[in-house]
C-alpha cells in the first residue's frame, strides 16, 4: 500500500500538531513536579505544545527492577538550534541534571564518545518507566521535537507497517535501521516520530508509565488490520501494543478535533483517565 506524503496529507491530517503525544503515569502526589518538569523543558523549543499529559494512578505499583543496563523502548529528543549558541544548549542540560530529572546514560558511537559538546550523548529520564530524554544540537532548519521507538532487530520491519497504518503516512527519511515520519511543521518547530533498530542483542523494555497516544480515522477499518488485540478502553479511545509490546492508545478523531487542537495550542489540556493503563 503506498502512504501519502506530508505535502499530500490533507489539512487536517498535516496540521494537527497533536497526532502523537505521550501520557505519563505518575504515582499519588508525583504528577505536579513531573508535569512541570517536563513543561520547563519543552518551554525552549516551543511554549505552547503541551505533548504530554501526566495523570495519577489511584495507589502506587510496585515495580520489577529492570536488568542494568536496558534500553528503554521510548524516548524524546529535543533538537535545539545551533546558531543561539553553546548556551542555550548547556543551560538545558544544567536543567536536566536536576531533581526530578537524573541522568540515565552516555551513548557512545562505535565505543568512544563523541567530542562536539559535552552533553550531546546524554539521556535522562523523569522516574522508572517513562521515556529517554535528550538534547541535541541541530545545525540547520527549525527546532525539532522527535518522539523515537526503539524497536527490536527481528521486528523493525514489522514495526514500521505498523507505524506506517496508524500514521497514514510513509517515512521521509528512512535506512536500514532508522527511519523518521513527518507529523506536524510549522516556521517555529517540527514534530517528528522515529524508529530506531536496536542490534541483535539488544532488546527494548516498554516504558510500562508511559504510553503513546495516536489520533485515528475509520477505527473500525483500522482494527481488523492491527496484529493485536485492540479494544476500546473509553469513549473514542481504544488501546492495543505494536509488536514488541508497547502499549498505544488511538484517539479516534473527530471533526471538532481542529478545534480542539486550538484549544490545546492555548493550554488546555483534555482530561484523559489512563491511571489504570
Known sequence: MKWKRLGELSVEEAQDPFLVSIHIIADPG????????????????????????????????????????????????????????????????????????????????????????????????????????????????????????????DSYADSLRFYELILRRSPSQRKADFCIFPIFSNLDVDIQFSLKRLPCDQSPVPTDSSVLEFRVKDIGQLVPLLPNPCSPISEGRWQTEDHDGNKILLQVQRSSDICLSVCLSAGLLCQVDVTEL
Open 30 to 153: 508525583a504528577s505536579q513536579p513531573l508535569q512541570e518538569a517536563i513543561d520547563k523543558v519543552l518551554a525552549w523549543v516551543h511554549p505552547d505544545l503541551p505533548l504530554f499529559r501526566v495523570s495519577e494512578r489511584r495507589t502506587s505499583r510496585r515495580r520489577r527492577k529492570s536488568p542494568k543496563g536496558a534500553q528503554p523502548a521510548l524516548a524524546v529528543v529535543l533538537f535545539l538550534q545551533e546558531e543561539y549558541g553553546e548556551e542555550q544548549i548547556l543551560q538545558v542540560h544544567q536543567v536536566l541534571q536536576r531533581p526530578p530529572w537524573r541522568h540515565h546514560h552516555t551513548e557512545r558511537v562505535h565505543g568512544r564518545f563523541l567530542p562536539y559538546l559535552p552533553c550531546s550523548q546524554d539521556f535522562f529520564t523523569l522516574a522508572p518507566g517513562t521515556p529517554l530524554w535528550a538534547i541535541r544540537p541541530v545545525h540547520y532548519g527549525k527546532e525539532i521535537v522527535r518522539f523515537t521507538i526503539y524497536c527490536r532487530h
